[in-house]
Antibody
Framework: EVQLVQSGAEVKKPGESLKISCKGS????????IAWVRQMPGKGLEWMGL????????RYSPSFQGQVTISVDRSTSTAYLQWSTLKASDTAMYYC??????????????WGQGTLVTVSS | DIVMTQSPLSLPVTPGEPASISCRSS???????????LDWYLQKPGQSPQLLIY???DRASGVPDRFSGSGSGTDFTLTISRVEAEDVGVYFC?????????FGQGTKLEIK
Protein backbone atom coordinates (compact mmCIF):
# COMPACT_ATOMS: atom_id res chain seq x y z
CA GLU A 1 0.00 0.00 0.00
CA VAL A 2 1.31 3.41 -0.98
CA GLN A 3 1.25 5.73 2.01
CA LEU A 4 2.80 8.72 3.71
CA VAL A 5 3.00 8.57 7.48
CA GLN A 6 3.73 11.78 9.34
CA SER A 7 5.22 12.29 12.78
CA GLY A 8 3.02 13.09 15.75
CA ALA A 9 1.65 16.33 17.12
CA GLU A 10 4.10 18.82 18.60
CA VAL A 11 3.75 21.53 21.23
CA LYS A 12 6.56 24.04 21.24
CA LYS A 13 7.42 27.46 22.61
CA PRO A 14 8.20 30.51 20.47
CA GLY A 15 11.86 30.60 19.55
CA GLU A 16 12.31 26.83 19.65
CA SER A 17 13.31 24.71 16.68
CA LEU A 18 11.36 21.82 15.19
CA LYS A 19 11.67 19.15 12.51
CA ILE A 20 8.64 17.11 11.47
CA SER A 21 8.75 14.09 9.21
CA CYS A 22 6.86 12.32 6.44
CA LYS A 23 7.82 8.71 5.69
CA GLY A 24 6.91 7.23 2.34
CA SER A 25 6.34 3.53 1.76
CA UNK A 26 4.97 1.21 -0.89
CA UNK A 27 6.57 3.03 -3.82
CA UNK A 28 9.89 4.26 -5.21
CA UNK A 29 10.48 7.26 -2.93
CA UNK A 30 13.05 8.93 -5.17
CA UNK A 31 10.75 9.05 -8.22
CA UNK A 32 7.99 11.29 -6.95
CA UNK A 33 7.96 14.89 -5.71
CA ILE A 34 6.89 15.44 -2.10
CA ALA A 35 4.98 18.63 -1.31
CA TRP A 36 4.21 20.33 1.99
CA VAL A 37 0.92 22.13 2.63
CA ARG A 38 -0.04 24.31 5.60
CA GLN A 39 -3.53 24.69 7.04
CA MET A 40 -3.85 27.27 9.80
CA PRO A 41 -6.71 26.75 12.29
CA GLY A 42 -10.05 27.11 10.54
CA LYS A 43 -8.41 28.28 7.33
CA GLY A 44 -7.67 27.04 3.83
CA LEU A 45 -4.76 25.21 2.28
CA GLU A 46 -1.44 26.91 1.48
CA TRP A 47 1.20 25.36 -0.77
CA MET A 48 4.59 25.70 0.90
CA GLY A 49 6.94 23.99 -1.50
CA LEU A 50 8.17 20.66 -2.74
CA UNK A 51 11.25 18.52 -3.03
CA UNK A 52 12.50 15.95 -5.51
CA UNK A 53 13.95 13.19 -3.32
CA UNK A 54 16.20 11.96 -6.10
CA UNK A 55 18.53 14.97 -5.90
CA UNK A 56 16.97 17.17 -3.17
CA UNK A 57 16.00 19.81 -5.74
CA UNK A 58 13.64 22.06 -3.77
CA ARG A 59 11.16 24.76 -4.73
CA TYR A 60 9.63 27.07 -2.14
CA SER A 61 6.70 29.40 -2.24
CA PRO A 62 8.06 32.92 -1.66
CA SER A 63 5.71 33.12 1.32
CA PHE A 64 7.70 30.35 3.03
CA GLN A 65 11.20 30.83 1.56
CA GLY A 66 13.62 31.49 4.40
CA GLN A 67 10.99 30.57 7.00
CA VAL A 68 11.23 26.78 6.70
CA THR A 69 13.59 24.18 5.27
CA ILE A 70 12.44 21.14 3.29
CA SER A 71 14.80 18.18 3.11
CA VAL A 72 14.89 14.42 2.59
CA ASP A 73 16.76 11.38 3.82
CA ARG A 74 16.79 8.94 0.93
CA SER A 75 18.10 6.12 3.11
CA THR A 76 14.91 6.15 5.18
CA SER A 77 12.47 7.42 2.49
CA THR A 78 11.61 10.35 4.72
CA ALA A 79 10.93 13.97 3.94
CA TYR A 80 11.28 16.70 6.54
CA LEU A 81 9.96 20.16 7.24
CA GLN A 82 11.90 22.18 9.76
CA TRP A 83 11.94 25.50 11.53
CA SER A 84 14.93 27.05 13.28
CA THR A 85 12.90 29.65 15.20
CA LEU A 86 9.21 28.97 15.69
CA LYS A 87 6.62 31.72 16.00
CA ALA A 88 3.08 31.57 17.32
CA SER A 89 1.90 32.14 13.76
CA ASP A 90 3.42 28.78 12.77
CA THR A 91 0.60 27.06 14.66
CA ALA A 92 -1.12 24.94 12.04
CA MET A 93 -1.70 21.49 10.61
CA TYR A 94 1.00 20.52 8.14
CA TYR A 95 0.43 17.93 5.44
CA CYS A 96 2.84 16.19 3.12
CA UNK A 97 1.52 14.96 -0.21
CA UNK A 98 2.68 12.92 -3.21
CA UNK A 99 1.55 13.33 -6.81
CA UNK A 100 -0.42 10.78 -8.77
CA UNK A 101 2.26 10.54 -11.46
CA UNK A 102 6.03 10.33 -11.43
CA UNK A 103 7.69 13.66 -12.20
CA UNK A 104 4.39 15.53 -11.77
CA UNK A 105 4.48 18.49 -9.43
CA UNK A 106 0.84 18.38 -8.44
CA UNK A 107 -2.27 16.19 -8.60
CA UNK A 108 -1.63 14.96 -5.08
CA UNK A 109 -3.46 11.69 -4.62
CA UNK A 110 -1.50 10.48 -1.59
CA TRP A 111 -1.60 12.60 1.56
CA GLY A 112 -0.15 12.14 5.00
CA GLN A 113 -2.46 12.25 7.99
CA GLY A 114 -1.17 15.67 9.00
CA THR A 115 1.04 16.89 11.85
CA LEU A 116 -0.45 19.46 14.20
CA VAL A 117 2.11 21.99 15.37
CA THR A 118 1.15 24.23 18.27
CA VAL A 119 3.44 27.10 19.23
CA SER A 120 2.52 28.77 22.47
CA SER A 121 4.28 30.32 25.42
CA ASP B 1 1.78 34.63 -7.84
CA ILE B 2 -1.38 33.40 -9.56
CA VAL B 3 -4.43 34.20 -7.44
CA MET B 4 -7.21 31.61 -7.41
CA THR B 5 -10.71 32.86 -6.60
CA GLN B 6 -13.47 30.41 -5.79
CA SER B 7 -17.20 31.06 -5.66
CA PRO B 8 -19.39 30.63 -3.86
CA LEU B 9 -17.61 30.30 -0.52
CA SER B 10 -20.62 28.56 1.01
CA LEU B 11 -22.91 26.20 -0.86
CA PRO B 12 -26.01 24.70 0.80
CA VAL B 13 -27.43 21.92 -1.38
CA THR B 14 -30.43 19.60 -1.16
CA PRO B 15 -29.49 15.91 -1.61
CA GLY B 16 -30.09 14.77 -5.17
CA GLU B 17 -29.72 18.26 -6.56
CA PRO B 18 -26.74 19.40 -8.70
CA ALA B 19 -24.03 21.74 -7.46
CA SER B 20 -21.33 23.79 -9.16
CA ILE B 21 -18.24 25.52 -7.85
CA SER B 22 -16.30 28.10 -9.85
CA CYS B 23 -12.56 28.68 -9.71
CA ARG B 24 -11.07 31.63 -11.56
CA SER B 25 -7.37 32.34 -11.95
CA SER B 26 -5.67 35.73 -12.27
CA UNK B 27 -3.62 34.39 -15.22
CA UNK B 28 -4.24 31.73 -17.79
CA UNK B 29 -3.48 28.20 -16.59
CA UNK B 30 -3.07 26.90 -20.14
CA UNK B 31 0.50 25.66 -20.24
CA UNK B 32 2.58 25.66 -23.43
CA UNK B 33 2.20 21.86 -23.47
CA UNK B 34 -1.55 22.25 -23.94
CA UNK B 35 -2.62 21.22 -20.46
CA UNK B 36 -4.42 23.23 -17.79
CA UNK B 37 -2.75 22.27 -14.51
CA LEU B 38 -5.80 22.68 -12.33
CA ASP B 39 -6.75 20.22 -9.59
CA TRP B 40 -9.84 19.91 -7.42
CA TYR B 41 -9.70 18.51 -3.88
CA LEU B 42 -12.26 17.72 -1.24
CA GLN B 43 -11.40 17.96 2.43
CA LYS B 44 -14.00 16.14 4.50
CA PRO B 45 -14.33 17.16 8.15
CA GLY B 46 -11.35 15.99 10.19
CA GLN B 47 -9.61 14.41 7.19
CA SER B 48 -6.72 15.09 4.87
CA PRO B 49 -7.64 16.48 1.45
CA GLN B 50 -8.42 13.98 -1.32
CA LEU B 51 -7.87 14.44 -5.06
CA LEU B 52 -11.04 14.57 -7.15
CA ILE B 53 -10.03 16.04 -10.51
CA TYR B 54 -6.68 16.81 -12.14
CA UNK B 55 -5.69 18.46 -15.41
CA UNK B 56 -9.00 20.35 -15.11
CA UNK B 57 -11.19 17.46 -16.22
CA ASP B 58 -9.59 14.07 -15.47
CA ARG B 59 -11.31 12.22 -12.66
CA ALA B 60 -8.99 10.55 -10.15
CA SER B 61 -9.27 6.82 -9.56
CA GLY B 62 -12.16 5.84 -7.30
CA VAL B 63 -13.93 9.20 -7.59
CA PRO B 64 -17.64 8.78 -8.36
CA ASP B 65 -18.68 9.79 -11.85
CA ARG B 66 -21.12 12.35 -10.45
CA PHE B 67 -18.04 14.58 -10.09
CA SER B 68 -16.80 16.32 -13.23
CA GLY B 69 -14.45 19.15 -14.02
CA SER B 70 -14.43 21.56 -16.94
CA GLY B 71 -12.87 24.77 -18.14
CA SER B 72 -9.71 26.17 -19.65
CA GLY B 73 -7.59 29.27 -19.42
CA THR B 74 -8.87 31.24 -16.46
CA ASP B 75 -12.33 29.79 -15.77
CA PHE B 76 -12.91 26.36 -14.28
CA THR B 77 -15.88 24.57 -12.80
CA LEU B 78 -16.39 21.55 -10.59
CA THR B 79 -19.83 20.03 -11.01
CA ILE B 80 -21.56 17.45 -8.85
CA SER B 81 -24.47 16.05 -10.83
CA ARG B 82 -26.44 14.81 -7.80
CA VAL B 83 -25.17 15.74 -4.36
CA GLU B 84 -25.05 13.03 -1.72
CA ALA B 85 -24.67 13.43 2.04
CA GLU B 86 -21.09 12.09 1.87
CA ASP B 87 -20.06 15.03 -0.36
CA VAL B 88 -20.05 17.52 2.52
CA GLY B 89 -16.77 19.26 3.19
CA VAL B 90 -14.60 21.99 1.76
CA TYR B 91 -13.63 21.97 -1.91
CA PHE B 92 -10.37 23.55 -3.04
CA CYS B 93 -8.91 24.21 -6.45
CA UNK B 94 -5.13 24.23 -6.94
CA UNK B 95 -3.19 25.63 -9.89
CA UNK B 96 0.12 24.01 -10.75
CA UNK B 97 0.88 25.73 -14.04
CA UNK B 98 3.21 28.26 -12.47
CA UNK B 99 5.29 28.08 -9.30
CA UNK B 100 4.43 28.87 -6.59
CA UNK B 101 1.37 26.67 -6.86
CA UNK B 102 -1.65 28.30 -5.27
CA PHE B 103 -4.95 27.12 -3.80
CA GLY B 104 -8.32 28.77 -3.95
CA GLN B 105 -9.77 29.86 -0.62
CA GLY B 106 -12.18 26.93 -0.44
CA THR B 107 -15.93 26.36 -0.86
CA LYS B 108 -17.83 24.77 2.00
CA LEU B 109 -20.58 22.45 0.79
CA GLU B 110 -23.29 21.62 3.29
CA ILE B 111 -26.49 19.67 3.08
CA LYS B 112 -29.76 21.57 3.47
Amino acid sequence: EVQLVQSGAEVKKPGESLKISCKGSGYSFTNYWIAWVRQMPGKGLEWMGLIWPGDSNTRYSPSFQGQVTISVDRSTSTAYLQWSTLKASDTAMYYCARPLLQHAGAYYNIWGQGTLVTVSS
Amino acid sequence: DIVMTQSPLSLPVTPGEPASISCRSSQSLLHSDGYNYLDWYLQKPGQSPQLLIYLASDRASGVPDRFSGSGSGTDFTLTISRVEAEDVGVYFCLQATQSPYTFGQGTKLEIK
